[in-house]
């Protein structure tokens, strides 16, 4: 049997944007429904995403999880409601790699719509100018990187992901990343999908991320969140 039918998952690690939404980010009922029933059978579910922590504090609230969080793409995490945020990337190195690209896009005659900068702690987000590609090329030598999470295009500390991120959360509350099924629809999501013991890409998603996925649902966005979860953990629907 291989791993894809015999994995039989202790907690969810679940990308947001994409995954538990639909493609222009409207939150998939039936996806918090599923999240809800594992938590109510003591499931443990983390969101990672690229949001800021403000948004998924409000999330993880009204879902109902314990509070626990990967934010900005792995800048940030923090173990329940009431731990200490931990910053894991560099802001000002994101910051300057920003101006500089503020100052180009701006010789092109284009300004840049930067999102939520008061409540970041470790990248700057902003809507997708142009391709991500040049982007990239503008702040090459710079220790950052770009991501395209289909959404935005943030710039991080280059060796900061949620993968690692994950890592680092897995090991504080005690359960192994093996018995983790991690769920995403993006570039940003490829290292956590390869870290957890089970990872899946919803259909819909980038190529890149379903390439790294063990297991690709059938359905899109938050119908294949929702499609994955019920397949593995078919005891509790
Ligand atoms: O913040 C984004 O760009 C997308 O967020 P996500 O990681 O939840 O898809
Ligand atoms: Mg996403």
Not at 4 to 9: A, E, L, N, V
Not at 36 to 42: A, E, G, K, P
């Amino acid at each position: 049997m291989n791993k894809t039918s015999s994995f039989s998952p202790r907690a969810l690690i679940c990308d947001i944007d994409g995954t538990i939404t639909d493609k222009s980010r409207r939150i998939n009922l039936d996806s918090v429904s599923v999240i809800r029933t594992l938590i109510d059978n003591d499931i443990p579910v983390i969101f990672a995403s690229g949001n800021t922590v403000c948004s998924l504090t409000f999330l993880c609230k009204m879902v109902g999880t314990d509070g626990t969080i990967i934010s900005e793409n792995g800048g940030v995490y923090r173990i329940g409601f009431a731990g200490e945020l931990k910053i894991c990337g560099d802001k000002d190195v994101s910051i300057t790699a920003y101006k500089r690209l503020q100052d180009y896009f701006q010789k092109k005659g284009v300004s840049l719509e930067l999102y939520s900068p008061e409540y970041r702690f470790a990248d700057v987000a902003f809507a997708h100018t142009g391709d991500a590609d040049e982007v990239r090329e503008v702040v090459k030598d710079l220790p950052v990187k770009i991501l395209d999470s289909g959404f935005a295009l943030h710039i991080m500390s280059d060796y900061v992901n949620k993968g690692t991120t994950f890592l680092k959360v897995s090991k504080e509350i005690g359960i192994s990343p093996d018995n983790f099924i991690a769920i995403g629809d993006s570039s940003n999501d490829i290292e956590l999908i390869k870290n957890a013991g089970l990872g899946v890409a919803v259909g819909g998603g980038q190529k890149s991320a379903a390439e790294a996925a063990d297991y690709v649902s059938l359905k899109k966005f938050g119908d294949g969140f929702s499609e994955s979860v019920r397949k593995y953990f078919p005891s509790l629907f």
